[in-house]
């Protein structure tokens, strides 16, 4: 055999071995950072573990709040329930930016930017627990246990989350998720949305891995489960129980009069509340659901859409008790003082393309596959006044968590992974 060939075929050999040995230690170390699916409520948390406080079967009802009248105390015991694709990222920035300006005490979690999701949240996943250790704020992703969050906060935290029309979070999940969701491989065709939504039965496996992404992921992420049969007199016990145990529950689709309920309930300053757009996609990756698509995808997931109907029709009951006119004035209040700091803080005044995105520090976590979701670039001359807080408005999570503090080694490791393999 000629001597390059011989080189050649030997390259390729040392490639396949070395190939192989690094997918089996992807394998090992995603079975390590991933934790398996628990479909009960069992906790890792010892037993003996003392809460935070006395905890109530149900939160404190916060006192009434009103910002404006100037006869309330800020609330800084926030408990925020992260559910995935409903613009809760910007939600965090928020949350991330008040407990920086604060010094509060935040609950993260140790190693990822999640509890250890899907599995239950734990007491013990939080960084640096000890048995007692009370926090004021508990808000990256997690599936839900209240007995669990309740015992790090005081009896008085308010309790948030935030939910989205559920067709349009389908979809949104689908895009950001269904890459790694092995039963999605099936789908052959350019549109895999519809194809799938044609018949979805054909293809979910409600034990597949990363399953719950793709059905009623509100309900799952709340704690409850997602392939319960719609007729159950249970789906309406949780949606009434979720009702009790949060005190606001935002609607994405109006985030603005959210954050001005929310700023109330708060007894927040508006500056506060301020905000840009995070983790959000470019137009063209984003697929608009037609009629019959729409339809199919709100019925296939109709626990979370029975859920949504519900704390819509409680979210314009709260809108009507705040005053339609005072809500109005206090939302152009919020848009006029964002519009501001677009213009203090982004170069080019709009979201870019990751690919355009000239500091890695504002550089936002990617889907596998893709580089879809926008972020932004800094301007370089920002007076002393507004550098400080436009840097923190547009810092993604992950970041933003680092800067706070937080252990990441595992999500470090991860993009370290999907940097080399150009994934």
């Known amino acids: ?81 992260k559910t995935h694709k409903t613009a809760s990222s910007t939600l965090l920035n928020i949350l991330f930016r ?19 999701y899907p599995a239950f949240f734990a007491r013990s996943l939080v960084q640096d627990y000890r048995p007692g250790a009370c926090f004021n704020i508990i808000c990256n992703h997690m599936r839900f246990h209240y007995d669990e969050v309740r015992g790090l906060v005081p009896p008085n935290a308010t309790f948030i989350t935030v939910l989205r029309d559920p067709a349009r979070l389908f979809e949104s999940s689908f895009h950001y998720f269904g890459s790694v969701v092995p039963f999605t491989w099936k789908l052959s065709g350019r549109d895999k949305l519809a194809e799938f939504l044609q018949d979805p039965d054909r293809y979910y496996d409600p034990h597949g891995y990363n399953a719950h992404y793709l059905r009623n992921l509100l309900f799952f992420d709340l704690g409850y489960d997602s392939d319960l049969d719609p007729r159950s007199p249970q789906v309406q016990e949780h949606i009434l129980e979720v009702e009790r145990r949060f005190h606001l529950v935002l609607l994405q689709e109006y985030f603005d009069e959210s954050l001005v309920l929310l700023k109330d309930l708060l007894c927040w300053e508006l500056e506060d509340v301020l905000y840009f757009k995070l983790n959000a996609r470019r137009a063209s990756a984003v697929p608009r659901l037609s009629g019959e698509l729409y339809r199919r995808a709100t019925a296939w997931n109709v626990l979370d859409a029975r859920l949504y109907r519900h704390f819509n ?104 992974i999907r940097d080399f393999l150009q994934w």
């Open 313 to 416: 029709a409680s979210f314009w009951r709260k809108v009507e008790a705040f005053g339609r006119e005072r809500m109005a004035r206090e939302v152009a209040a919020l848009r006029r003082a964002n519009e501001r700091m677009r213009r203090i803080c982004i170069d080019g005044g709009h979201a870019v393309d990751a690919t355009a995105i000239q500091d890695s520090a504002m550089q936002p976590w990617q889907p596998l596959g893709t580089k879809s979701i926008l972020g932004y670039n800094l301007k370089k001359s920002i007076g002393r006044r507004h550098a400080q807080l436009c840097r923190r408005m547009l810092t993604p999570e992950i970041q933003y968590l680092m800067d706070l503090g937080v252990n990441l080694w595992v999500t470090k490791l991860w993009k370290l």
């Open 1 to 81: 055999m000629p001597l390059p060939q011989k080189k050649r075929w030997e390259s390729m050999a040392k490639g396949l071995v070395l190939g192989a040995l690094f997918t089996s230690f992807l394998l090992l170390l995603y079975s390590y950072a991933v934790p398996p699916l628990h479909t009960g409520l069992a906790s890792t948390t010892p037993e003996g573990a003392a809460p935070c406080s006395p905890a109530l079967s149900e939160p404190e009802a916060p006192t009434p709040a009103n910002g404006s009248a100037g006869g309330c105390q800020p609330r800084r015991d926030i408990v925020f329930m």
């Open 98 to 116: 008040f407990g920086q300006k604060h010094g509060l005490k935040f609950a993260f979690p140790n190693g990822r930017n999640d509890f250890d």
